[in-house]
């Protein structure tokens, strides 16, 4: 069993940066992949960045540049750092994990999700 706590989330400026932080229990965190999704008022949920168990990351086109995410195992944390944040970033951000190792991009793949943090930005 994993559990995840997000944090970080708020309010931002248009070009501001935030990061998010999420915090895992369990003495495998560093066999399971990490990522990132989001979800705007009234759209699905959509994948954001993942990393694998050995660092490999990956990005949804629309965050590529500007969005950067890690991983620091001795700690159990995930990071999300955000920079030249947009309006169109606005969602709940969920961290997520699967067993397995490799970043995936679709919702179904992960096992255990965080309770979300609010990201807002203001044009």
């Known amino acids: 069993q994993v559990q995840l706590v997000d944090s970080g989330g708020g309010l931002v400026q248009a070009g501001g940066s935030l990061r998010l932080s999420c915090a895992a229990s369990?003495?495998?965190?560093?066999?399971?992949?990490m990522a990132w999704f989001r979800q705007a008022p009234g759209k699905e949920r959509e994948f954001v960045a993942a990393a694998s168990w050995s660092g490999n990351t990956r990005y949804a086109d629309s965050v590529k540049g500007r969005f950067t995410i890690s991983r620091e195992n001795a700690k159990n944390t995930v990071f999300l750092r955000m920079n030249s944040l947009k309006p169109e970033d606005t969602a709940v951000y969920y961290c997520a994990s699967r067993a397995g190792g490799a970043g995936k991009v679709d919702v179904t793949s992960y096992d255990y999700w965080g309770q979300g943090t609010q990201v807002t930005v203001s044009s």
């Open positions: 369990g003495r495998t965190f560093s066999s399971y992949a």
